[in-house]
């Protein structure tokens, strides 16, 4: 790891030190109703749409109110969604005219942008018109993201809360999420994404004439605001097919490393959040301090296996029989205006995060680098994480830590002062091994049928990679991709659909059990066998539980495909 990549990352760290504190702060006042200096302008909104939609915001949910009241939105919201697509040949703003999108690969975006995946089987600028991707997937980005905001807080209120059974109102607290938080930072993003180049227009695509005489095609559109989300609210669907490796997503570096601050924000914000929420903000900054040192581990695999290069590619003038070092590490899938450091900082955030988002291609990664990505979506995307995802991920595993500690000391365990007993111990199982399921069965059914296989564009382990990544992606609800995988077939984009819509709900729900759970119970005083979940005991034991757990669930299909294709190459073979 050289001392720029060093340099950069460390920065990284350090102004995501700073934003983790003022955040979180104002976060927790927005969703505890508090003041901020947005109310003057957004409260006469908020109430204007509370009296229009029939809200009351002074009526909070059980549990269980609150998920249906989840499932039902979103439903209704993919049905939109899908039918937008389907009349986007009828519907304004469609310049270039683009017909309707096919049934299966509309239910397969449909379900993709409602549950903040934003896996594309398409080239968005060759697919969809303005009002689609304005009025549809835009729109969708917004309300995903505010969706998992919203969980997390409903969680954070379950733990907090004592002999409760409510845990807040899910349309109160979507509401805020999107009015006071997205909303605001998209507007600034969007503005200074717009200043250093990146388009922001309905004009139809130009035509331009090469220096050969060719005619050349150049997509614009309404790019800015859509990056602004797609980074902020960990989405990561692209206006362009190319994502944010292309130049008129991601123009600078410095609008690369905006967005990869971008990505890290609000789930960072978030422990903060959690740290007031609950009265004790040690709470918080222990499992930030697990995240950043799951997010130090990853790049610390990552960065120097990529510059190290290709093993197989030797120096010149070297034997072309002795393996070597691949001079300035391997740049295949890179945009060299971001080099090595930029594009793997990117790899790991946006893949520690829930973001599809992409400033390099994945599939060009060497076997070890590979892993990386890969391994951090199984774990949950729990370094970080999605907006809201990250954090309700996190503290489902500080859950299940808990849980051992206190079997190893033979007390029944106990998380800010609550006891976690069997009901909460199911739930946390039921959301990891329908995760599980969602990943190995998918890809088990993929690997062993011509459905499966005749997309795969390379052979041996590589092309097997391809598919765990698709469903192990999918399932974490992240986007990205090994591109490798022609997944635009009907039988990816139904599987692929399910697979995403399986990993959002069938997790979120056993989530606000546990939320509605731990809200009944009363807090339990301290004792001399209380185990602190505030020092660097409990940050270990919380790091290596997601370590553990994810190993022991996905090693197996790992050996088969990166972890295999990097001794094959290391002993100098291929397929």
Known sequence: MNLPGILQIALFLVLIFAITRPLGTYLERVFDGEPTALSPLLVPVEQAIYRACGVDPAREQHWTAYAASMLT????????????ERLQGFLPLNPSGFGPVPPDLAFNTAASFTTNTNWQSYAGEATMSYLTQMAGLAFHNFISAATGIAIAVALVRGLARRTARAIGNFWVDLVRATLYVLLPICVVLTLVFVWQGVPQNVNPYV??????????????????????????????????????????????????????????????????TFGRMVGNTRQGWAVWAAMAILFVVGIAIALPSEQAGNPLLTRLGVDQTQSALQPGGNFEGKETRFGIASSMLFTVVTTDASCGAVDNMHDSLLPLTGTIPMFNIQTGEVMFGGVGAGLYGMLM??????????????????????????????????????????????????????????????????????????????????????????????????????SMLIGRFLMKVPILAIAGSMATKQRVPPSLGTFPTTGATFVGLLVGTVLIVGALTYFPALALGPVAEHFLLAAGKTF
Do not use: C, W
């Open 73 to 84: 939105f979103s439903l209704v919201g993919m049905l939109v969604l899908y039918a937008i």
């Open 397 to 498: 595993y500080a859950i299940l830590a808990v849980f051992i500690a206190g079997l190893m000391v033979g007390r029944t365990p106990e998380y800010l002062g609550k006891k976690v007993q069997a009901y909460e111990m199911k739930m946390a199982m039921l959301a990891l091994l329908v995760l599980a399921a969602d990943v190995l069965v998918f890809t088990a059914i993929a690997s062993v049928t011509r459905a499966g296989t005749s997309a795969v564009a390379n052979p041996g382990p590589h092309g097997f990679s391809e598919i765990l990544y698709a469903f192990t992606s999918t399932t974490g609800n992240n986007g990205s991709a090994f591109a490798g995988l022609s997944s635009d077939t009907l039988f990816y984009n139904v599987a692929l659909a399910f």
């Open 207 to 272: 035509k331009a004439t090469t220096v050969e005489g060719a005619t050349q095609v150049i997509p614009q559109g309404p790019v800015a605001s859509q990056e602004a989300i797609k980074e902020l609210g960990t989405n990561g669907g692209g206006f362009f097919n190319a994502n944010s490796a292309h130049p008129y997503e991601n123009p600078t570096p410095l609008t690369n490393f905006l967005e990869v601050l971008a990505i890290f924000s609000i789930p960072s914000g978030l422990t903060y």
